[in-house]
């Protein structure tokens, strides 16, 4: 944390252990293309949280991010996590907001799962502290 990290997208999984107050998580940066969905469901075994990091730029693949989010969430293993949608690149001009993510993705509509969404920018970290601290909130009193 309090790092600039300069990230590329995600060939493959990367995993990372970091500590938030004293409580250690395994966090596994999973990529997004196309080619890897298919293998997501290896991961989920005893998984508490899902974070999805939404690009607030890219309009054309918000329908995808959706579609993929709900095949997530309805899979057995998933049915006890809790869910943390990071919309990024909120300081980009014509970005989608917070709201419009939430509305495109029908979060509201989320009733299995506890869930937040958090405006980011990756660039400085600005709102990744803040969509933790949810998480671990929501994490002790599971």
């Known amino acids: 944390m309090n790092e600039v990290v300069h990230a590329s997208p995600t060939i493959g999984s990367n995993v990372e252990e970091i500590v938030i107050n004293h409580t250690c998580f395994l966090m596994w940066d999973i990529g997004g293309q196309e080619s890897l969905r298919s293998s997501w469901n290896t991961y989920y075994t005893n998984t508490e949280f899902v974070i999805v990091v939404v690009d607030g730029t890219d309009r054309e693949r918000i329908s995808v991010t959706r579609e993929e989010l709900y095949k997530m969430l309805a899979h057995e293993d998933l049915r006890k996590a809790g869910l943390l949608i990071f919309a990024s690149k909120q ?8 709201a419009e993510i939430s509305q495109f993705l029908k979060l509201t509509s989320i009733k299995d799962h506890q869930w937040h969404i958090q405006a980011c920018y990756a660039l400085t970290g600005e709102g990744v502290c803040q969509g933790l601290e949810w998480m671990m909130s929501r994490f002790k009193i599971r």
């Open 91 to 98: 300081d980009v001009k014509e970005c989608m907001t917070v």
